[in-house]
């Protein structure tokens, strides 16, 4: 049996995909101002996730400066489809629908302000793919309404799950029939942080 790689951080942080000058600026960005974002390696497996599912309605939850609502969208462009991602800073989301503007990708994603937990309850929409960023403490009382909203077979993609304020959420979702998840504790180059945990879970 083969052994594992020397160093395998330095070696897969040699295998970080290149996402171009747009998200390059972002990550430089983020680094400044303490914005945290999912990172390269996250925002294209979100890209390959919602592809592979063919997800025509995405909805996202925390937006921040757009990071992962580009590679969302461009799924959902290539898909036929739209995303919907809800931020709760105006100034945050004014700047996620200017990069979107920028990325020519303002036809395929709807930049909604607002609290996640207050506008999903009044949310209608069937979705196939959700990816939550909120408040990792928020996680377990927006698990309900993702469940209710996406539909059956549909994706839940849960970002931070190694953070404490996650633990409600992550021993919800493991014992709960209804979903079948996965909860991976990885090394994400380019992540906040890099050390972290991403659920995935199928809805039933």
């Known amino acids: 049996m083969s052994s594992i790689v020397d160093s395998p951080e330095s070696y897969f942080r040699q295998l970080v995909p290149a996402v171009g000058p ?5 990550e430089q960005e983020a680094r400044r101002e303490n914005i945290p974002i ?7 497996l ?3 996730l919602a592809r592979v599912a063919q997800a025509r309605v995405i909805l996202e939850l925390g937006t ?6 580009l590679f969302l969208a461009r799924a959902c ?7 919907l991602t809800l931020e709760l800073d105006p100034a945050m989301a004014e700047r996620a629908q200017r990069n979107l503007e920028r990325a020519e990708l303002a036809a395929s994603a709807r930049v909604i302000v607002g609290d996640a937990l207050s506008e999903l309850p009044r949310m209608d929409a069937v979705v196939d793919l959700v ?5 990792k403490a ?3 009382r927006a698990l309900p309404h993702c469940h209710r909203l996406l539909k059956p077979g ?3 993609v849960a970002d931070n799950v190694g953070f404490k304020d996650a633990d409600a959420f992550n021993r919800a979702i493991v014992t709960d029939p209804r979903w079948t998840s996965a909860s991976l504790f990885s090394f994400l180059p380019g992540h906040s942080p890099e050390m972290d945990g991403i659920c995935l879970a199928l809805r039933g």
């Open 38 to 44: 999912v990172g390269p390696v996250v925002g294209t």
């Open 46 to 48: 979100l890209f390959l």
């Open 131 to 135: 990816f939550m960023d909120i408040e």
């Open 22 to 26: 747009l998200l390059e600026e972002l």
């Open 138 to 140: 928020d996680y377990i």
């Open 154 to 156: 549909g994706l839940l």
């Open 77 to 83: 462009a290539l898909n036929g489809g739209r995303l």
């Open 64 to 69: 921040a400066s757009g990071y992962s609502a």
